[in-house]
């Protein structure tokens, strides 16, 4: 099965039925669990707007539900080289390079972060599932940096503990277009799945998740600025989203960015400078970074010959 969208209309039958239970039925090669997966990772619409699974269909309503092509049964390991960071019995941190995907999924099945983990750990654990497993958060394909995984199940419910808590720490340093003029701030808006591309985020008062992204100001250049940002809770795109909410979008970011890129970089100039986490055996915290790539390296560079 490819990714397609299929479309219903719901009928006077149908009638006050939760929209999980009418997909379900209409779409009968599909599990209940896979259609209420669906619809919590914001695939599924009334009307042209995202809706949850316990709203009751009306008749006339006209539901879509984008459906992927089902996962392999479990991630195989793959010999990738891996910038690693750290590593010990317990996690393993390493410097993702911007163009690799975390986690298998949709259209990348192979090549992922997963893959050369399990090649070179041979093991991870399992809570993230067979398809992420040791996976305990994430970094989007085209964003580099510092990002740590799992080795066994004790450690991978420490360090999401300490995520949920915001006991770990998490820096990011992002190249931004125009003058941030504050030297600090506070970005708090709502994050949810963007109304007419769900393939995309968007800050929604209404329905949106709580998102704070704490900023400081780096550096500054002609045009643009470089910015630090600590992440408050860790919604989907959150820099990339809340940075092109306050008129600052990251730098060749592709979705949330200005159509034309003013540098040759493959994806946003965003990277994950330092990851700070207690060890799940000892406690001690531990306190990792990453340099800038090379490609964010040079068109700061650039920027700084220019004035």
């Known amino acids: ?91 393993v941190v390493v410097n993702k390079p911007r163009g690799m995907v975390v986690h298998p999924a949709a259209g990348n099945w192979r090549g992922t972060l997963v893959n050369a983990l399990l090649a070179r750990c041979g093991d991870l654990s399992g809570v993230g599932g067979e398809v992420r497993p040791g996976i305990v958060h994430r970094l989007d394909k085209d964003t580099s ?32 277009h125009g003058n941030v003029k504050a030297e600090e701030g506070l970005i708090d808006a709502p994050i949810g799945r963007h109304r007419q591309d769900r393939k995309k ?45 306050i008129g600052h979008p990251v730098v060749g970011d592709p979705k949330y960015g200005p159509k034309s890129q003013p540098f040759a970089i493959a994806g946003q100039a965003l990277h994950s400078a330092e990851l700070t986490f207690r060890h799940p055996a000892s406690g001690a915290t531990m306190v990792f970074a990453a340099p800038l790539p090379q490609d964010m390296e040079a068109i700061l560079a650039l920027l700084r010959k220019r004035g």
């Open 1 to 91: 099965m490819t990714g397609q969208t299929r479309r219903f209309e719901a009928a006077e039958a149908d009638r006050g039925e939760r929209l999980d239970v009418f997909l379900a039925r209409q779409a009968p090669a599909l599990s209940r669990s896979r259609v209420q997966k669906l619809i919590a990772d914001g695939l599924a619409a009334v009307d042209g707007r995202t809706a949850k699974a316990n709203h009751r269909v009306q008749p006339g309503e006209a539901v879509t539900l984008d459906v992927s092509e089902p996962a392999p049964a479990a991630a195989e390991a793959e010999a990738i080289p891996l910038d690693v960071v750290y590593e010990d019995a317990d996690v």
């Open 145 to 176: 940096g510092v990002m740590v995984a799992a080795k066994n199940d004790q450690a991978h419910a420490s360090l999401a503990r300490q995520i949920k808590d915001r006991t770990a720490g998490r820096r990011y340093l992002a190249l931004v």
């Open 201 to 245: 985020m968007a800050v929604d008062a209404g329905h949106g998740r709580e998102a704070r992204t704490r900023f400081t100001v780096v550096e500054r250049f002609a045009g643009y600025t470089l910015v630090a940002c600590k992440l408050e809770t860790g919604r989907t795109h959150q820099i990339r989203v809340h940075m092109a909410y």
